[in-house]
């Protein structure tokens, strides 16, 4: 297979991340006969810097040609630290989520086995949690009008959804929940906002057309409870933007660290991979940067385009990692020399050594491989 890939490594850690990413397409590519090329381009506050634009038209154009995207983070502290900034690094993901429609935002959420110990809740709470949440990702709050006076003093943001923009993310959970446990939960706040109400009533509709599909509702502020609480109790989780920003957030505690959680961006002409964690400024080359999250999402661009033994394969190299605590100081307190670049390179070695990478991890710390 051919494909076109634009690379927008971002702010902060986010080239660093991105460039094991690639590292790992690319082994890909060259052990499955694939054809990957990747075409770089500034977002955030590098494009800011350069251009005094978030998202240059560049880039833009770069991401409509492309097959799809792969994303970093974007951010920087000094924006951060003004709240009167008018040009921010965040207004250029928001653009291009806008300008490439890319309207449904998918969330794996998976406590590895190996990894129970990191987080911070009890084994028996979070043992096989497996939960894919749905959000929806060019409406709501992040993209309604906004309003502040001019003595600085009031502001308003408005939180506004059409039936189409609920229906289409609301069909693809349906079908995500066809195929997994048969259970789907809108997480809405339907006893409050009138935004909500209308997802509910939407969803109901919806539901008739899966039969199938158990459909539970509640509240995000029991939802954020229940998360932590029985997190096995969810397996799809459907709700709007903001919504689904602060639960995917919530939801690394689970797993152990943010630094775990890939997602996918789907419109219906482009799509869009990446890390849902920030920029991480302060982490900036320090090699201390967690590029799991960024290469998980790596496969969930294969398996968007039916690369499924592919994307297993990369899943797999994951999971060996965890389970030899080949990981960033975020997951790992065994070894001290193991850095970001380190955590791609045995990812890499896997993908085209999988039976002699127990060898090579030994090598690591013998200092003799290669990968190093």
């Known amino acids: 297979m051919k494909l076109n890939i634009a690379v927008l490594p971002g702010d902060g850690i986010g080239p660093e991340v991105t460039a094991q990413a690639v590292k790992v397409l690319k082994a890909i590519a060259i052990n499955f006969d694939h054809v990957f090329t990747f075409s770089n381009a500034l977002v955030g506050a590098s494009a800011i810097e350069k251009f005094n634009d978030p998202l240059p038209e560049a880039t833009i154009e770069t991401c409509k040609s492309a097959d799809a995207i792969l994303f970093g983070a974007i951010g920087k502290t000094s ?86 923009e609920i229906e289409r993310v609301a ?131 294969l398996e968007h385009f039916g690369l499924d033994d592919e994307a297993s394969l990369v899943r797999d190299a994951v999971e060996k990692s965890l389970t030899l605590h080949i990981t960033t100081p975020d997951l790992n307190n065994k070894y001290d020399n193991i850095t970001t670049t380190k955590v791609g390179d045995f990812i890499e070695d896997f993908i085209n050594n999988p039976d002699e990478t127990n060898l090579n991890f030994t090598n690591i710390h013998l200092g003799q491989s290669t990968i190093i």
């Not at 300008?99 to 794996?108: A, C, E, G, M, Q």
């Not at 259970?183 to 899966?210: C, I, M, P």
């Not at 029991?222 to 998360?227: D, H, I, K």
């Not at 919504?243 to 660290?257: N, P, Q, R």
């Open 79 to 164: 924006y951060d630290l003004d709240p009167y900034a008018k040009i921010r690094p965040e207004q250029g993901l928001l653009r291009l989520r806008k300008t490439l429609d890319l309207h449904t935002n998918i969330r794996p959420v998976i406590a590895y086995d190996d990894l129970l110990i990191k987080s911070s809740l009890k084994k028996t709470q979070i043992k096989g949690t497996n939960i894919l949440i749905y959000r929806e990702l060019t409406s709501g709050i992040y993209f309604g009008d906004k309003y502040l006076s001019e003595d600085n003093n009031t502001a308003s943001d408005v939180c506004k959804y059409t039936r189409e």
């Open 171 to 301: 069909h693809s959970a349906f079908k995500a929940a066809q195929s997994r446990k048969q259970k789907l939960t809108l997480v809405d706040k339907a006893n409050v906002l009138e935004s909500s109400r209308l997802w509910r009533r939407v969803v109901q509709e919806l539901a008739a057309q899966y039969p199938n599909v158990e459909v539970n509702y509640t509240y995000i502020d029991n939802a954020a409870m229940e998360l932590i609480i029985n997190p096995k109790q969810f397996d799809v989780i459907l709700t709007e933007n903001m919504f689904g920003d602060i639960l995917s957030e919530e939801a690394s505690v689970i797993v152990g660290s943010i630094g775990l959680l890939a997602s996918a961006s789907i419109g219906d002409n482009h799509v869009m991979f990446e890390p849902i964690h920030g920029a991480y400024t302060k982490a900036t080359n320090k090699g201390i940067a967690n590029p799991i999250a960024s290469i998980l999402s790596a496969a969930m661009l």
